[in-house]
C-alpha cells in the first residue's frame, strides 16, 4: 500500500484526492494547503487529516508525495521531497522558468528518487492508442503530426497574469504530447500569437491564440493550434500522417446519440472542459504511478520530460515575441 501526502487542495488536488482515495494499492494519509481550511475539508471528504507540509515530509511511514500547488512552488517542493526520500508525481509543469526547472532535474538527478511529471494526456485512452499503434509501425514512420487543443472559454486576466503565459501553461501539454508521439524533440520552434479572443489577455503580456511549428532534424514536422475560445466544448483532437498510413483522434462528445433527418445529420458537442474530458486520464495516470513505485518499474512520464516540454514552451514564447524560429537547445 502506498502512503501519499497531498500538497495542494485546490481544483486539480481534489481531482487526484479522489484517485489516490479510491485506488485499490494506495492511501490519502494527509493533505496539505496554505489554506488550512480547504485542506482540512478535503482531508475530512477522503477520511484523510490535514497535516503542515514539514510534518508529511519528515513523516517516515509516507511513501509519496502528489505535488498540486501553484506552478512557483513546484521545483522547491520536488527537491524538498525527493530529499526526504519520497517518491514524486507532480503536475505540469515542472516550474515557469527553463533555467530553474534544469536546476531541479540536476539535483534529484544525483538524488535518485522517481519523480513523475503529471502530463495526464499521455494516458487518455485515445491518445495512448495512437502511440500503441505508432511502437507497433502500424503507420510506419511518422511524418506530420497535427494537435488541436482549443479551450471553451478563456480564463480570467487574474489567472492569467500569474499563469506563465500561453505556451507554458496551456500549449505545453501540446509540447508534451508532439514528444511522446514523435519520439524526441525539435530542433526548432516557430511561434504566432496574438490576443483576438479578449484584448485584455494582450494588455497582460500574453496571446490567446496561437500557432507553433516544430521542426525536427530529419525534415518532419508537428504543427500545434490552440485557442483560448471554442465555444462548442473543448476541442481535442490529434492526427498523425505516417509513411504507411494515418492515425487520428477525435473529440470525447457528451453522448453518442446522432439525429438524422432530411435538414442533415447533428450530434453531441465535444464534453465541456478538461474535467469531464480527462477524467479517465487522470485515473489512469495515478494507477501508472503507483505500478511504477510499487513494482519497481520506470516512471512513465519523466522529470527530464518534463523539463523537455518547458524548453519548447520556452522556445515558443521567445518565437512568438521575435517572429522568428528559436532553435531549441534540451
Same mark, same amino acid.
Request: proline share 4%.
Given at each position: 500500500?502506498?502512503?501519499?501526502?497531498?500538497?495542494?487542495?485546490?481544483?486539480?488536488?481534489?481531482?487526484?484526492?479522489?484517485?489516490? $482515495?479510491?485506488?485499490?494499492?494506495?492511501?490519502?494519509?494527509?493533505?496539505?494547503?496554505?489554506?488550512?481550511?480547504?485542506?482540512?475539508?478535503?482531508?475530512?471528504?477522503?477520511?484523510?487529516?490535514?497535516?503542515?507540509?514539514?510534518?508529511?515530509? +519528515?513523516?517516515?511511514?509516507?511513501?509519496?508525495?502528489?505535488?498540486?500547488?501553484?506552478?512557483?512552488?513546484?521545483? @522547491?517542493?520536488?527537491?524538498?521531497?525527493?530529499?526526504? /526520500?519520497?517518491?514524486?508525481?507532480?503536475?505540469? !509543469?515542472? @516550474?515557469?522558468s527553463l533555467k530553474r526547472?534544469?536546476?531541479?532535474? @540536476?539535483?534529484?538527478?544525483?538524488?535518485?528518487? !522517481?519523480?513523475?511529471?503529471?502530463?495526464?494526456?499521455?494516458?487518455?485512452?485515445n491518445f495512448a492508442a495512437?502511440? $500503441?499503434?505508432?511502437?507497433?509501425?502500424?503507420?510506419?514512420?511518422?511524418?506530420?503530426?497535427?494537435?488541436?487543443?482549443?479551450?471553451?472559454? !478563456?480564463? !480570467?486576466?487574474?489567472?492569467?497574469?500569474?499563469?506563465?503565459?500561453?505556451?507554458?501553461?496551456? &500549449?505545453?501539454?501540446?509540447?508534451?504530447?508532439? +514528444?511522446?508521439?514523435?519520439?524526441?524533440?525539435?530542433?526548432?520552434?516557430h511561434a504566432v500569437g496574438?490576443?483576438?479572443?479578449?484584448?485584455?489577455?494582450?494588455?497582460?503580456?500574453?496571446?490567446?491564440?496561437?500557432?507553433?511549428?516544430?521542426?525536427?532534424?530529419?525534415?518532419?514536422?508537428?504543427?500545434?493550434?490552440?485557442?483560448?475560445? *471554442?465555444?462548442?466544448?473543448? @476541442?481535442?483532437?490529434?492526427?498523425?500522417?505516417?509513411?504507411?498510413?494515418?492515425?487520428?483522434?477525435?473529440?470525447?462528445?457528451?453522448?453518442?446519440?446522432?439525429?438524422?433527418?432530411?435538414?442533415?445529420?447533428?450530434?453531441?458537442?465535444?464534453?465541456?472542459?478538461?474535467?469531464?474530458?480527462? &477524467?479517465?486520464?487522470?485515473?489512469?495516470?495515478?494507477?501508472?504511478?503507483?505500478?511504477?513505485?510499487?513494482?519497481?518499474?520506470?516512471?512513465?512520464?519523466?522529470?527530464?520530460?518534463?523539463?523537455?516540454?518547458?524548453?519548447? *514552451?520556452?522556445?515558443?514564447?521567445?518565437?512568438?515575441?521575435? /517572429?522568428?524560429?528559436? $532553435?531549441?537547445?534540451?
Amino acid at each position: 500500500m502506498l502512503k501519499v501526502g497531498l500538497l495542494g487542495a485546490g481544483r486539480i488536488g481534489r481531482v487526484h484526492a479522489v484517485n489516490i $482515495a479510491g485506488h485499490a494499492r494506495s492511501q490519502l494519509a494527509a493533505v496539505s494547503d496554505v489554506n488550512e481550511e480547504v485542506a482540512r475539508q478535503l482531508a475530512a471528504a477522503h477520511n484523510s487529516t490535514y497535516a503542515h507540509l514539514d510534518d508529511i515530509l +519528515n513523516d517516515d511511514s509516507i511513501d509519496a508525495v502528489l505535488i498540486a500547488t501553484s506552478t512557483d512552488t513546484h521545483s @522547491d517542493l520536488i527537491e524538498q521531497a525527493t530529499a526526504a /526520500g519520497k517518491a514524486v508525481l507532480c503536475e505540469k !509543469p515542472v @516550474d515557469l522558468s527553463l533555467k530553474r526547472a534544469q536546476a531541479c532535474l @540536476d539535483v534529484v538527478s544525483k538524488i535518485g528518487v !522517481p519523480v513523475m511529471i503529471g502530463f495526464n494526456r499521455r494516458f487518455d485512452p485515445n491518445f495512448a492508442a495512437i502511440k $500503441a499503434s505508432v511502437v507497433a509501425g502500424e503507420v510506419g514512420k511518422p511524418e506530420l503530426l497535427s494537435i488541436t487543443s482549443f479551450d471553451p472559454a !478563456p480564463p !480570467p486576466v487574474s489567472y492569467i497574469k500569474v499563469s506563465g503565459g500561453l505556451f507554458r501553461d496551456m &500549449m505545453i501539454h501540446d509540447f508534451d504530447m508532439a +514528444n511522446f508521439l514523435m519520439g524526441e524533440t525539435p530542433k526548432a520552434v516557430h511561434a504566432v500569437g496574438t490576443s483576438i479572443v479578449d484584448p485584455e489577455i494582450g494588455k497582460a503580456g500574453d496571446v490567446d491564440t496561437a500557432v507553433v511549428t516544430l521542426s525536427y532534424a530529419d525534415g518532419r514536422i508537428a504543427v500545434i493550434k490552440n485557442s483560448r475560445r *471554442a465555444v462548442y466544448g473543448y @476541442d481535442q483532437r490529434v492526427e498523425l500522417l505516417g509513411s504507411d498510413g494515418l492515425l487520428s483522434a477525435g473529440n470525447v462528445l457528451e453522448n453518442t446519440v446522432s439525429k438524422a433527418t432530411k435538414q442533415g445529420v447533428t450530434s453531441a458537442k465535444p464534453e465541456f472542459f478538461f474535467l469531464e474530458r480527462y &477524467m479517465r486520464a487522470y485515473a489512469a495516470e495515478w494507477d501508472a504511478f503507483v505500478s511504477a513505485i510499487l513494482d519497481g518499474a520506470t516512471v512513465p512520464v519523466t522529470l527530464r520530460d518534463g523539463v523537455a516540454a518547458l524548453a519548447l *514552451a520556452e522556445a515558443a514564447t521567445q518565437s512568438a515575441r521575435s /517572429g522568428q524560429p528559436v $532553435a531549441v537547445s534540451f
